[in-house]
Every structure is written in structure tokens, then in C-alpha cells.
């Protein structure tokens, strides 16, 4: 299973961007998709979530600005940034949570950078 992410870039504050993650392989069953973020010097935290079922999960932050969504034909999520603000700028991980042969297991995607200008 692999994840790779695009999209991320530097933008002014009040833009918008929009982050792909599109997960590849085979002989699983996705449960979760949702993309997470790590600001310089703090933790990896949750933006959005959003599950087989198509139900979401937002942190407060991202609340009315971001939208998650999946595409599951293609087995790609999706997270539209608006209105973006300097505290949005870090580094955005694509995550997944999967059934197959092994079992349980998450998988990371390699990361993409957005920076806000203010």
C-alpha cells in the first residue's frame, strides 16, 4: 500500500489550496481516510477526517474553511482548503486506516508543505 499526496504550496493568507491523496495497491478494505497536519515545533494533529460511510470529522480550527472528501472509485481523498490563515501553515499528512491480510494497519502518506503568507 502506498500514499502519495500533492498539492500543498505557499499561498496569502485568505486563499485557498486543495490536497490530494490517492492510495494505491491492492486486497484491502478502507475504513478512514483524513489528513493531518504538524506546525513548526508542535505535535502532528487532525484537520479532517472522513469515513466509508462518508460521515466527517474537523478539528475546531479548520471548521467552515475546509471541506474532506473521497472519491472512492479512485480510492483518493480530498481536503479543500478556503480562507487559509498563517496558523495553517505546516506540513500535511494524508492517513488512512485499512483492513487486509494483516489486519488492522494504518499507513502514512510522505507529507506536503503549505505555507500561508500573511
Known amino acids: 500500500v502506498q500514499l502519495q499526496a500533492s498539492g500543498g504550496g505557499l499561498v496569502q493568507a485568505g486563499g485557498s489550496l486543495r490536497l490530494s491523496c490517492a492510495v494505491s495497491g491492492s486486497g484491502f478494505k478502507i475504513n478512514f481516510m483524513g489528513w493531518y497536519r504538524q506546525a513548526p515545533g508542535k505535535a502532528r494533529e487532525l484537520a479532517a477526517e472522513i469515513f466509508s460511510g462518508g460521515s466527517t470529522i474537523y478539528a475546531d480550527s479548520v471548521k467552515g474553511r475546509f471541506t474532506i472528501s473521497r472519491d472512492n472509485a479512485k480510492n483518493t481523498v480530498y481536503l479543500q482548503m478556503n480562507s487559509l490563515k498563517s496558523e495553517d501553515t505546516g506540513v500535511y499528512y494524508c492517513?488512512?486506516?485499512?483492513?487486509?491480510?494483516?489486519?488492522?494497519?494504518?499507513?502514512w502518506g510522505q507529507g506536503t508543505l503549505v505555507t500561508v503568507s500573511s
Open positions: 492517513g488512512v486506516d485499512l483492513m487486509s491480510a494483516l489486519g488492522h494497519v494504518n499507513y
